[in-house]
């Protein structure tokens, strides 16, 4: 989390995220429990907004990402609507902008990568238009991709990290 307090990881068996508290120079605490709601299918990604009041998990199964209200030391809150356009597929990367305000989804089919209007209030806004040059297939098997954004100057921009190889992971 952005505070630091908690440690969050997608995989691949149910619930699919889990979130464990953390404090630096002791470890982990106690499993927070589940959401109510569960992703439908394996975990691939997740990020906790910069404000650290909502945690999101990209997965393998439609709709491919769920969205959740968040409070360090109670855990999961109310699941967030799905996104009015659902991604075209399996989320594999998950990224807020620095403020907050947009969430960036990497998936596996084109056009490979969705962005979205973010509030806290009321979660995922109408998809924002494709890039005008769709980008290469960014997944291979075998190899991880995830998203960031990079503040340069005064502007933000989104960066694709792709087909990191699983030994670069080990």
């Known amino acids: 989390s952005p505070s630091g307090s908690d440690v969050a990881y997608a995989h691949n068996t149910s619930p699919y995220i889990t979130v464990y508290p953390w404090t630096s120079g002791v470890g982990f605490g106690a499993k927070y429990a589940n959401p109510s709601t569960l992703p439908t299918g394996t975990g691939r990604a997740v990020a906790f907004s910069p404000a650290g009041n909502a945690i999101v ?3 393998a199964t439609t709709p491919f990402v769920s969205a959740y209200t968040w409070t360090s030391g109670t855990g999961f809150g109310t699941k967030y609507s799905n996104p009015p356009t659902l991604p075209t597929g399996q ?3 998950v990224a807020f902008s620095p403020s907050g305000s947009e969430i960036a989804l990497s998936h596996l089919t084109t056009p490979f990568m969705s962005v979205y209007p973010w509030t806290s209030g009321s979660g995922f806004g109408t998809k924002y ?3 005008a040059t ?3 297939r960014p997944f291979r098997s075998h190899s991880k991709q995830g998203l960031t954004y990079t503040v340069v100057g005064p502007t933000a921009l989104l960066n694709l990290i792709r087909n990191l190889s699983s030994a670069l992971l080990s």
Do not use: K, R, S, T
């Open 134 to 136: 769709l980008l290469a």
């Open 129 to 131: 238009a494709d890039p």
């Open 57 to 59: 998990v990209g997965h």
């Open 91 to 93: 989320v594999n990367g």
